[in-house]
């Protein structure tokens, strides 16, 4: 799942280095926590959180075969 996250991510940015995907998992869930350059925050959550959400439902699609919960979050300290 990290390599697609990152994948899409490093093509919305103007700081593709700057992507970092780590993941927390836990008996429930996975998950993932995205970190891009401060002033990428924007591009990346989109116009009322439109495009992190298209970005969550795709993760959540390609995961849909996998027995714990797939979750999304953009770390705001960028």
Known sequence: MKPLIETIVQALVDHP???L????????AIT???SVHKEDIGKVIGKQGRTIHA???????AAAHQPKRVIV???EKG
Do not use: C, F, H, M
């Open 17 to 19: 280095e700057s992507v």
């Open 21 to 28: 995907v780590t993941s927390i998992e836990d008996e429930r």
């Open 32 to 34: 993932y926590k995205l």
């Open 55 to 61: 970005i969550r439902t795709v993760v959540y699609a």
């Open 73 to 75: 979050q953009v770390d």
